[in-house]
């Protein structure tokens, strides 16, 4: 019993110097702001994950230009996907690859993700112009 | 069609040498001229006497208006040429008529090119069905005939960076092809489908998986960490070994993405049952502290089981490569003083002479481009080191000489400056480009070489004002053929490397020349279409060559 006190202690204790921990590295920000800094220190997997929840924004805010409803932006992002139109038109692995080479550029880093996003589709040959509904 | 009597002695000597071929029948069937890639053809009627009085015979120009580099090395058979175009239109002309007969324009879905449109050509089998590769990573299945689809595979997902550039190879009733895309994240392969119904016989992974995969393989015990070699050879790789292992828990999935593109159609020995494959650059190109470990098998050579597709050996010749001196340039097999022997030339600008059955080095040439500070890390200043980022030899088929054992090789000198950390800002540019940089004011040339094979010395060399792409062809009468940025296509003597003939096709003659014999008279052909990747004049013409008619008739 008395090593289970001490256990849960323990646990609470570890629990929170490893939030500390957690929120000294990671506070809150506006996505904004994330840059090759952040980049750098994400996982491959992470990036991986990264890459998919942008391309997932992009694609739907490129639907939701062109439909009045949630069925609108389904059927819009389904046929975008379909006719090869949407601004970002890769796999995630292709964008991670990509990315990692831009930030790899010390110059490159302080620059956001978003702006690396942009940048990588146009040297894919989709400059942002071409893809304006 | 009217065979001479000389044609039926062509095809013993074929068998004894080796390689499957069509040259007894005159014909041109694979990209590399036989099984063996040799790019050495039997055919004798253009010799070193005569070759000076050679002239253009036809053109055949294919009219399309979007132009990439044109690299293709047209196949002929049955008096039919097929020849494919940067953006995957395949043609077929009959050589009787002149006239096109049919062609089929692939409609491209997604497409990635890193270095620029380009197809290198078709596969035949049977004379009955055509089969390219194209930009979108399908493989077409085409009627011979008539141009029409017989079938349509998806080999990759273009979406996720998968192309395929190189021309198909035939082993049986196999259809085997590769994909390109080590710069964005693939993890590549070599696939062999069925040649009638287009059904997958198998596929091998470039890159090796972990064990607990179900794609792991044997070869690669420690998958694509390999050995952890510090050295390529005898040159130390400056590698820091200690934290590559460090961090090889955090990018424990980078083999996943790990690039292993395929961009050449590879050499097949039938007595070995053996596929022999040249394996490029891993992904990312420059980041090598995301990808730790020898990334095997990248900048390999693979001999791949034709039947199972299980991997036989490998030989890395840059592991962990940083400087994307990748293997490119598609092997090549010959018999060298009774040893079966595997060649690639490299971007690292030495040949390798492989032993076919073990994979061991049985030697590496002298190199055939000047070589400096090899294997120094990129640095925040930049660090010269040659040969710089394009080899070496690029893509550029070789070809060989077996009398001779001699290999011909089409060869790059840009002095480069290897950068890291800083680079100028270019929208738009993919930043390889700019982490490789010509170093202004250095003097960049090509150099075509023609290497001994039993000694690993250079035999001779020819200095042209270009860097070289394209590649080479070798004949049985002592000429070999190549070409260059400016235009020129010239005729060597394979012994002494004299200039013997040249021709100015107007636009870079940048893909490897084929030869083939049509109604008696032996041709030279070859696509000038220029290169995108190194700013040659473009164009889309196939020129063949020949000797003047009278000439033929006093023959």
Redesign the interface.
Known sequence: MAIKQWGWALLLVAGAVTGAAWSRQAPPRHWLGVNGADWRRMDPDVRLAYVEGFLAGAALGQAAATASDSTGVRTAIEKLHRDGGLRFAFGANVYSSRISDFYWWKNHVPLPTWHAFLEVNTALGRPISDTLP | MRISSRWWVAPVLVAVAGPAAAQGTGDWTTYGGNDWNQRYSTLKSITPANVSQMVPRKIFQTGISKLGSFENTPIVQNGVMYVTTPYNTAMAYDLKTNKELWRYEHKL?????CCGPNNRGVAIHGGTHVYMGTLDAHLVALDAKTGKVVWDKEVG?P???YSITHAPLIIGDNVIVGVSGG????RGHVTAYNAVSGDQVWRWYSIPAPKGDPTYDEKAPNGWWGTWAAKAEAHDLHRDIAKEKADSA??A??W??G?GGVWMTPAYDKALNSIFVAVGNP?????GA?RPGDNLYTDAVVAIDATTGKTKWYYQTVPHDVWDLDAVSPPVVINLGGKKAVVHAGKTAWVYVLDAETGKLIRKTDNFTPQENMFALPSEKGTRMLPGANGGAEWSPIAVDPTLGYAFVAGLHQPMNYI????P?E??????G??FVAIPGEEQYGLYSAVNLKTGKIAWQNKVPQPMMGGALATATGLTFTGEGNGNFNAYNSRTGKLLWQFNGGAGCNSAPMTFMHGGEQFIAVACGGNFQLSYPLGDAVLVFGLPKRAVAQR
Not at chain 2, 283 to 287: A, E, H, I, V
Not at chain 2, 420 to 423: D, F, I, K, Y
Not at chain 2, 427 to 432: N, V
């Open positions: 879905g997604t497409t990635i090119t997902d979406a996720f960076g710069e964005y994240g693939i955090k990018y999935e980078s996943k993405v690039g992904s990312p190109d420059l980041d995301s890291t950390h800083s680079a800002y929208k738009g540019k993919l930043w390889l700019s982490a």
